[in-house]
């Protein structure tokens, strides 16, 4: 009888003088906090759905129960070994605190995946709570394991490498890190279009590199792979199927083409190349030694002897440093000598040998000849004049047009020769 009913049955002998009205209101008071108490139920079904190290922990409950007030829950979990000491009370860790929810994350508590835990899971509504409903937890027996993360075919020759990747845990490492003993079984088969003549072949292996050998050259075949772990039976669900094609032997044929093919490419390259360093070559030396030199007259006005780079000269530059005396010669006269024809010439007397007459070495006369030699005793003529046996008639002779010969070059010399017997030398 609960404490309430004792009290309904007691108080009437002890205290008379109560009212009526104090008694009736007392005792459905009582009645109505034991309808109360005996209404919240405690959460049901705890599952947990699990996948390598992701957790999560859900329940059910009937939410008549609230009688539309908001119910809230609670998640603690402990280690079972600590429950079962006895020195002190075990200490509960809260996981989810108050939620709304049904189910509650425990991935994040990180939980070692070899332990034991025991959750419990209670409800809350309007100040009033319900019992604790637990469940024992232990990861490497109750938590799924997962396909491999990723799978990858590559042709090898007439066989086909098969590289797998572990399944990951909520951290991105690999799952081997916590089972030990996973292996994977691959489920490769050829693929055409009769479903009902496929053959399926199996393969089991704890390597993440498999190669395929027994397979047929240049054929399509498709790869499968599930994870095993069997010590609690644990098996993933296989992966999506990867197609790829076999490969065949190489030809000879096709091993010239690709070693020409590749000699090809190279000589392109080196051509290339070669024929890039000469034109940079031929610019830079263009640029900075040009092959068109300045005048030699010209070359005083550069920075230094030899160098084809000219500038300005400034006026305070020392330019008898810079450059030689220039001396500005005027062009030098053309000589012209105006010889008449020789019909307008008179003709000498002659002997009676025929030959024009000469004057002897022992006369005291003119000789026919006029001195050729540059004598110190003799004064040199200002003109040019052509003589004979007579003195006047040879003034008449030729008539020549004056030169000064002091206006020509020092390196002029003229010799005029005329008829047989008559000869003018200048002598300069």
């Known amino acids: 009888m609960s404490p309430c009913e004792k009290l309904s049955y007691t108080l009437p002998r002890r205290i008379s003088t109560m009212s009526a009205a104090f008694f009736v209101c007392l005792l459905l008071w009582c009645l109505q906090t034991n309808a109360v108490a005996a209404a919240l139920a405690p959460p049901e079904s705890l599952t947990l759905i699990t996948l390598n190290t992701n957790y999560t922990l859900s329940w059910d409950w009937d939410p008549s129960f609230a009688e539309g007030h908001a119910v809230d829950f609670t998640t603690q979990y402990v280690a079972k070994f600590k429950l079962r000491s006895k020195k002190k009370n075990p200490v509960w860790e809260t996981a989810c605190e108050k939620t709304s929810h049904r189910s509650c994350d425990l991935t994040k508590l990180n939980l070692f995946y070899l332990g034991i835990y025991v959750l419990r899971v209670q409800a809350s509504v309007n100040g009033s709570v319900s019992d604790w409903t637990m469940k024992e937890f232990c990861p490497d027996k109750d938590a799924a394991v997962g396909p491999p993360s990723r799978v990858e075919l590559s042709p090898a020759g007439s066989g086909l490498d098969v590289i797998i990747s572990d399944p990951l845990t909520s951290t991105n490492s690999s799952m081997k890190d916590n089972i030990q003993e996973l292996y994977y079984r691959i489920l490769y088969w050829e693929r055409s279009g009769d479903i009902q003549a496929l053959e399926t072949q199996t393969l089991d292996s704890k390597a993440t590199i498999v190669t395929l050998s027994d397979l047929k050259a240049w054929t399509w075949y498709c790869v499968s792979i599930q994870s095993r772990y069997d010590f609690f039976n644990k098996s993933s669900s296989f992966t ?32 290339v190349v070669l024929c890039s360093s000469i034109w940079f070559f031929k610019t ?32 305070d530059s020392d330019s008898e440093l810079l450059c030689d005396k220039v001396t500005v010669c005027q062009e030098p006269p053309v000589l012209e000598i105006h010889i008449p024809p020789p019909e307008a010439l008179p003709v000498p007397p002659s002997d009676s040998s025929g030959r024009h007459s000469r004057q002897g070495s022992g006369g005291s006369g003119d000789s026919g000849v006029y001195s050729t030699g540059c004598s110190s005793g003799l004064r040199q003529p200002d003109s040019i004049q052509l003589s004979s046996g007579d003195e006047d008639s040879g003034q008449g002779f030729l008539d020549l047009e004056q030169v000064k010969m002091k206006d020509m070059a020092p390196e002029l010399k003229t010799r005029l020769l005329i008829a047989d017997e008559g000869a003018v030398d200048v002598c300069v």
Not at 256 to 267: A, H, M, N, Q
Request: net charge neutral; proline share 9%.
């Open 240 to 271: 999506l199927p990867r197609c790829m094609q076999t490969e065949g032997p190489i030809s000879w044929w096709q091993i010239v083409g690709y070693f020409l093919l590749s000699l090809v490419i190279c000589f392109l390259f080196v051509a």
């Open 284 to 315: 830079v030396k263009a640029t900075f030694y040009p092959s068109n030199q300045l005048p030699t007259h010209f070359q005083y006005l550069c920075d230094s002897f030899g160098s084809d780079i000219p500038r300005l000269l400034t006026p």
